[in-house]
C-alpha cells in the first residue's frame, strides 16, 4: 500500500481515536508529501523518496530534540521525540547489529578496503547499497569498527 493512501486512513483513524499525539506525526508526514509532490521537480514519489522523505522528517527532528536537551527545554525535546517514533512506524524495518555488520562487511571485500584510508570507497558503496535500509550514522560507525 503506497505510503499517502495508508497515511490518510491512519489520519482518519486518529481524528476518530482523538489521538494527538499520532496527529501530529501523521499530519507532519502529510504535510511533507504535498511538498515532495508539488515541489516542481517532475519526480514521481516512489517508494525509495518515501523512505528517504521519511527519513528526512525523523532526522529534523532528531536534530530538533538535541538542541531542546541541550537548552534544558525536557517537554518540547519529549513533543519531537513522540514524533520520531510515530513516523518512524512508517518506516522499513532497519538493519542493525550482526545483519548491518555482514553487510558492511561483504561491501569491504567487493570494493577491496583494507585500511581506515579506503573508508569514503566503503562509504559511498554502503550507503549506495543500503539507502532506505540503515542509517547513515550507524552505517558510517560500523565501517570504522570494521576497517580500524
Do not use: C, F, H, W
Request: aromatic letters at 2%; hydrophobic letters at 40%.
Amino acid at each position: 500500500m503506497r505510503l499517502e493512501v495508508k497515511i490518510n486512513e491512519d489520519l482518519k483513524t486518529a481524528m476518530k481515536a482523538k489521538d494527538e499525539l499520532a496527529l501530529r506525526g501523521i499530519r507532519a508526514i502529510k504535510s511533507a508529501i504535498l511538498l515532495a509532490k508539488t515541489d516542481g521537480s517532475g519526480q514521481e514519489l516512489d517508494e525509495t523518496r518515501e523512505v528517504q522523505l521519511l527519513q528526512k522528517l525523523v532526522k529534523s527532528r532528531q536534530e530538533s530534540m538535541d538542541i531542546y536537551l541541550k537548552n534544558d527545554r525536557a517537554e518540547l525535546a519529549e513533543i519531537e521525540r513522540q514524533e520520531i517514533e510515530v513516523i518512524k512506524r512508517y518506516l522499513p524495518a532497519m538493519l542493525e547489529g550482526e545483519e548491518l555488520e555482514q553487510a558492511l562487511r561483504q561491501i569491504i571485500a567487493e570494493t577491496g578496503a583494507s585500511s581506515a584510508k579506503d573508508m569514503g570507497k566503503v562509504m559511498g558503496a554502503a550507503n549506495k547499497a543500503l539507502a532506505g535500509k540503515a542509517e547513515g550514522r550507524a552505517i558510517s560507525d560500523m565501517v570504522k569498527k570494521l576497517l580500524s
